[in-house]
């Protein structure tokens, strides 16, 4: 064979050989081999679960480093070092994951800082589906209610929306790290008595958890201190039941006149009062009527204004 033919011959072999080297570096493919070992006791882990590993081919004591890696080798998070037994080993340890790692894959890396040992084992992160729980399904507009949630993506703002999602959402709630959610005296609003979708939305992960919420109307009442009034007389009242802290306007016979009182319910819908207004000159029947400003509810009750017998003569 000629020098030239030899030469030709060799440059085949290195050119042949170029597509599968470039191929193998593009596709990720990590060249170095572990010259330790760990072992993952689960390969599938939540964000709110843990991960379970031991190692061996160490030097015996040696300190060590352990990462979170991504694909190519970048370094996602640091966790505590872990002790290298005398025979090379590492027991098993348990430990949080991470916060703030995207699905999908990743690689724990345990390295010996002395020998430069190291061992590497792919987990997959996976999304639980979030879940959401109340501390109570039903209520009043303008009670209270708190909630609790797992599972949104850490840090993501959770849209709350109660009945239809175009409107305004009730509240918004961030995750933390670990993608919970907690909401506290959230206040109902007020709506129509009736079952409702509370549904709880995270801007980023769009996974939407949706609860059945029940609304009770107001059904309220008021009674008088005394049915038989005297023209002049005070006359005094009590409600339950109304909106907690509306005001309550209250007229005599017609809603054409103005109030003869106005009182406003307490944190539990209730007011009381001894000597509301002093009746006026009337006869016969007659009714309180007491509107609700915020709810517009009316109630009414129903007196008889006496007169006064005369004084008796000896």
Known sequence: MSKLSALFAVLSVVVAGVPTLVAAQSAGQDLVQDTAQVVLQGA????????????????????????????????????????????????????PVPAGLAPGAHTLRITGQTSGRFGRAVFQLQWQPPAVQLDSYTGKPSHRFSFSGTGFAPGEQVDVYLGVQATNPLTTV??????????????????????????????????????????????????????????????????????????????????LSQPVAQVTADADGRFSIDHAFTLPDVTGNNQLIFVGQQSQTEVTATFAAVTPAPPTTP
Do not use: C, K
């Not at 002790?83 to 027991?91: F, P, T, Y």
């Not at 201190?225 to 005599?252: C, H, I, K, M, T």
């Open 44 to 95: 599938n882990v939540t964000p709110d679960g843990r991960l379970t590993f031991s190692a061996q081919g160490f030097q015996s004591g040696e300190p060590t480093a352990v990462t979170v890696e991504d694909d190519q080798g970048g370094v996602q998070a640091r966790l505590e070092s872990v002790r290298v037994e005398g025979d090379g080993q590492i027991n098993t340890i348990s430990t």
């Open 174 to 255: 961030p995750a933390d790290a670990r993608g919970d959610i907690t909401g506290r005296d959230m206040v109902i609003p007020l709506v129509g008595p009736g079952d409702y979708s509370l549904a709880f939305i995270g801007r980023d992960s769009r996974s939407p958890v949706s609860l059945g919420f029940n609304i009770q109307g107001f059904h309220p009442w008021a009674v008088l201190d005394n049915y038989y009034v005297a023209p002049n007389a005070g006359v005094g009242f009590s409600g339950v039941d109304f909106v907690p802290g509306e005001v309550v306007q209250v007229y005599l016979n017609t809603r």
